[in-house]
């Protein structure tokens, strides 16, 4: 079955900076690539995903690259702000099953 | 106001109890979702359910039990027979493949 892989497990950057976290999937049939933000004590929250068909999607400071052939897709943060300080998840999922695979999570600290 | 209510958001277990974990949901989304969330891991899909009345084991099933009489509402029985079973529980409904989840519960072993 999907196995997705999620590094690093913590990320500490200054504000302002910028944070990158890296996912890797095993099964070439997946398809759609959400990304989740948990903050503490809360459910996870949809901020981007994107579709096996394209290969870059951006939304004001967050984007999500796609690299089919190497399976792995990263989110990109650009300057940073304390509020963007959670647990961030990738997923993966297959034509309509309605099953994602979620990565391990990552802990993002931004520093002020 | 719409969303995804879980309750309670706190919950203890004595030994050989059955406790049940509430979802209820008003986006008249069809699907629904109960994961599982350890520290320091990725949640991991305990039951699903497409439509009422029909429901499919995850990847973590043993132990639990779900029902699905109303689109409204996708309860989570956490039997005597689930061993480890303090966790953050997620419910979650969705549309498609997105899902949008609740607030959570914290399940803990007295």
Request: some cysteine; overall charge neutral; aromatic content about 12%.
């Amino acid at each position: 079955g999907e196995n997705v892989e999620q590094h690093p497990s913590t990320l500490s950057v200054q504000e302002g900076d910028s944070a990158v976290i890296k996912c890797t999937y095993s099964d070439s049939a997946s398809n759609y690539f959400p990304w989740y933000k948990q903050e503490l004590g809360k459910g996870p929250q949809l901020i981007i995903d994107i579709r096996s068909n394209v290969g870059e999607k951006k939304d004001q400071r967050i984007a999500v690259t796609l690299n089919k052939t190497a399976k792995h897709f990263s989110l990109h943060i650009t300057e940073t702000q304390p509020e963007d300080s959670a647990v961030y998840f990738c997923a993966a999922s297959w034509d309509s099953s309605y099953k994602l695979i979620f990565g391990s999570g990552t802990r993002l600290l931004v520093r002020p | 106001d719409g969303g995804i209510t879980q309750s309670p958001k706190y919950l203890f277990r004595k030994e050989g109890q059955n406790v049940t974990l509430s979802c209820e949901q008003n986006l008249n989304h069809d699907a629904m979702y109960w994961y599982r969330q350890d520290p320091g891991q990725g949640l991991r899909l305990i039951y699903y359910s497409q439509i009422v009345n029909d429901f499919q084991k995850g990847d973590i099933a043993e132990g639990y039990s779900v029902s699905r009489e109303k689109k409204e509402s996708f309860p989570l029985t956490v039997t005597s027979a689930q061993k480890n079973p303090t966790a953050f529980y997620l419910c979650a409904s969705s549309p498609s493949e997105k899902l949008f989840f609740g607030s959570g519960t914290q399940l803990s072993v007295l």
